[in-house]
């Protein structure tokens, strides 16, 4: 197979994670016979240092001419005092949308080998953890209408939650198509009890369930799946949602399984095309320390095999090199235990790729 890869290395830590990140690439498709070119371009705030621009159109223009997008993070206190339209964070928007990503898969699985880094009770770590988020990420209050305006109190500002009916159908029936290769089980999270938007949310999906009666669909305030992450995670196997819950949430979901190092994601647009990346940000105060944890964004080239791909065989052979490295003790900063084999990012990258194909 061929394959054309943009690769977005981004700020901070980004190019560290993303490098390795092609590393495992590049070893899956010298293994099993794939030929893939990849091609690097600018977005966010290096992109703004050297263009003015957090997503030249060159970038842009790139993506679209390729079969997916590897990126690494974007983002650093270096341009936080911006315009909103101008942050390095406008380039994932723009991404997103630009490229019709709509539906963001987040996996977040607690390995057993870091049963000991979950935050949560013996018990509830012991019985596994395994979910995963759904997340709308092209409308919604990420995309809405927004400004400011001044008042009688001071300046204002306001953003909107706007989603139609084919926005939540379509975000439904990626969640139901996740959950069929899965537990068979959507959790439906919105805040219906005040919002109007998520009331329309939730008639949409409870009507979208109903052509697929072998799906069990319940529903839970925000507030509550929030809470039940914690205390129950286990009743959850997919949960749908909406671009800013989704966000909140899976960052929450990514501590049970010890690190947000440890959680890739995949943003899909129903024709093969994805963006692959580790759902961390660019952590700037780690970034040249060779201390950056490069799971997140080497599960994030499984799931480019996965799901761009249908190369099912090649995502395996990554997710089984990291169980068995992770099994094996080692460990980067922010999963380390006392008596575990504390690594480096390239020397985690280095082990991760070696162990590729080894039974």
Request: hydrophobic letters at 40%; proline letters at 4%.
């Amino acid at each position: 197979m061929k394959m054309k890869l943009a690769v977005i290395p981004g700020d901070g830590i980004g190019p560290e994670v993303a490098g390795e990140a092609v590393k495992t690439a590049k070893k899956v498709c010298d293994m099993y016979g794939h030929r893939a070119i990849f091609t690097e371009a600018p977005a966010g705030g290096n992109a703004i240092d050297r263009y003015g621009e957090p997503l030249p159109k060159k970038t842009l223009d790139l993506c679209k001419s390729c079969d997916s997008v590897i990126l690494g993070a974007v983002g650093g206190w270096q341009w936080d005092s911006l315009p909103g339209d101008m942050r390095p964070e406008r380039a994932l928007l723009g991404l997103r949308g630009e490229l019709g990503l709509y539906a963001n898969l987040r996996p977040a699985v607690l390995h057993e080998a870091l049963k000991g880094a979950c935050p949560l009770r013996k018990e509830i770590a012991d019985a596994g953890i395994n979910i995963m988020v759904v997340r709308e990420l092209t409308g919604g209050m990420y995309f809405g209408d927004r400004g400011r305006k001044d008042t009688p109190l001071g300046q204002a500002a306001w953003d909107t939650e706007l989603y139609s009916v084919f926005e939540v159908k379509r975000i439904a029936e990626a969640a139901f198509d996740a959950a069929k290769k899965r537990g068979r089980r959507v959790t439906n999270v919105d805040k219906a009890n005040v919002l109007e938007s998520s009331r329309l949310w939730r008639e949409v999906v409870a009507e979208a369930a109903k052509g697929h009666p072998e799906i069990s669909l319940d529903h839970m305030y925000v507030d509550n799946a929030s809470m039940q992450l914690i205390r129950d995670p286990g009743h959850f196997d997919v949960i749908v949602t909406t671009n800013m819950f989704g966000d909140i949430l899976s960052d929450e979901a990514s501590q049970l399984t010890g690190s947000i190092g440890m959680l890739p994601s995949a943003s899909l647009g129903g024709s093969g095309f994805g963006m692959y990346e580790p759902i961390h940000g660019s952590a700037p105060d780690l970034a040249g320390k060779d201390v950056a944890n490069p799971i997140a964004a080497i599960l994030s080239i499984a799931m480019l095999f996965r799901y761009s791909f249908s190369l099912e065989e090649e995502a395996a052979s990554i997710e089984s090199a990291v169980t068995r490295i992770l099994n094996q003790g080692f460990r980067t900063g922010d999963i380390y235990s006392e008596g575990m084999k504390r690594v480096g990012t390239k020397e985690m990258g280095r082990l991760i790729n070696e162990s590729i194909g080894r039974s």
